[in-house]
């Protein structure tokens, strides 16, 4: 596990009270010694001679305390934006040690990189297991109603048939949005757009909603492809939902996206970003679409929320700082 070197530190009340002390004391003695050199070679030279000791022992405070406190703060900072960037990249040892409370932070940061790294690469492994462990009775279930389909079948037997190929469809679906739900936990999409740059596509995509963008010339913090699949997501729920009018605002790093459709029940709305947790499992629906779009939004800083609304539905996106 990754960390900081071990070395002695002082703790950060030494470092804050010596600099209390430090500053306190070099005023003192300065007094000390002009008081006893002025008389000798005059207050004068004795108060420029004080000055310039007392501006070399600040600087060299100045130097210990950006040592002690400035630099290993910024490399921790430097190496928790990297982590913000690339859950997955590596972060090495501290080279600057700083204070204990310093050390015990940052081996702490450290350490949690690591357990979240270890766990992101065991979920993506388990998917990949899963999906590539399953490929192969799919395959058999599939062929096997195919080859049934071409028999002399009654109704009874030819339904069950269908419902074996149905079945196997179903499966094929759910293990491809689980590939796309973990791919999309890996950050991909780093970059800045405008919603007006993809709003060209969402209506080619979409001709049965009428798009209504506000906003569309504000920055956000994400690439225009990400961007595009988290709202044709939206989009395709709306339409799904018996939408004919959507409306996309965006302010201060705020995208707000509302429809006219049926809603999202009181019961569902703490359930909508569950995986595989859906209301169209019967005509095909995987229950993945908004878990991919909040592990993609995650990834990236950003949240994704359901707002209570009495008509339509109508999700709220953050992004933070742009």
């Known amino acids: 596990m990754p960390g900081i070197v071990r070395k002695w530190r002082p703790s950060l009340g030494q470092v804050i009270g010596g600099a209390l002390l430090g500053t306190l004391g070099m005023s003192f003695v300065g007094l000390v010694v002009l008081r006893i050199v002025g008389p000798v070679i005059g207050y004068r030279w004795g108060v420029a001679l004080v000055g310039a000791a007392i501006l070399l022992a600040t600087l060299m ?10 630099r290993p703060i910024k490399d921790l900072a430097d190496r928790a934006g990297t982590l913000r960037r690339d859950p997955m990249a590596r972060a090495g040892p501290l080279p600057h040690y700083g204070t204990r409370e310093l050390g015990d932070l940052g081996d702490s940061v450290l350490a949690m990189a690591s357990r979240l790294q270890a766990r992101e690469a065991t979920i993506r492994s388990f998917t990949d297991h899963v999906t590539h462990e399953m490929k192969t009775p799919l395959s058999t279930l599939r062929a096997a109603a195919e080859l049934l389909e071409d028999q002399g079948l009654d ?4 339904k069950l048939v269908a ?8 499966m094929e679906r ?10 999309a936990r890996e950050p991909g999409h780093h970059g800045m757009c ?12 979409h001709p049965g909603l009428r798009i209504v963008a506000t906003g569309e010339t504000q920055a956000l913090p994400l ?3 990400g961007l595009g699949i988290v709202l044709q997501q939206l989009l395709s729920n709306a339409k799904e939902a018996g939408a004919s009018d959507v409306r996309l605002e965006v302010s201060q790093g ?10 999202i029940s009181d019961g569902n709305r703490a359930h909508v970003f569950d995986p595989f947790f859906t209301t169209r499992r019967e005509t095909g629906g995987t229950g993945m679409g908004l878990t991919i779009a909040a592990n993609l939004l ?20 953050g992004f933070g700082p742009v």
Request: glycine share 6%; hydrophobic share 55%; charged share 20%.
């Open 61 to 70: 405070l100045l130097w210990l305390l950006m040592r002690l406190l400035l």
């Open 155 to 158: 109704d009874t037997t030819r």
């Open 163 to 170: 419902t074996m190929a149905g079945a196997a469809t179903q």
């Open 174 to 183: 759910q293990l491809q949005a689980l590939r796309q739900a973990a791919a």
């Open 194 to 205: 405008h919603l007006a740059d993809v709003l060209p596509d969402l209506v080619a995509a």
């Open 223 to 225: 690439d225009a492809k």
């Open 254 to 263: 705020i995208l707000r996206v509302t429809d006219n459709g049926r809603g």
């Open 298 to 317: 995650a990834a990236h800083g950003a949240e994704i929320r359901v707002l209570p609304e009495k008509t339509g539905a109508a999700f709220e996106i």
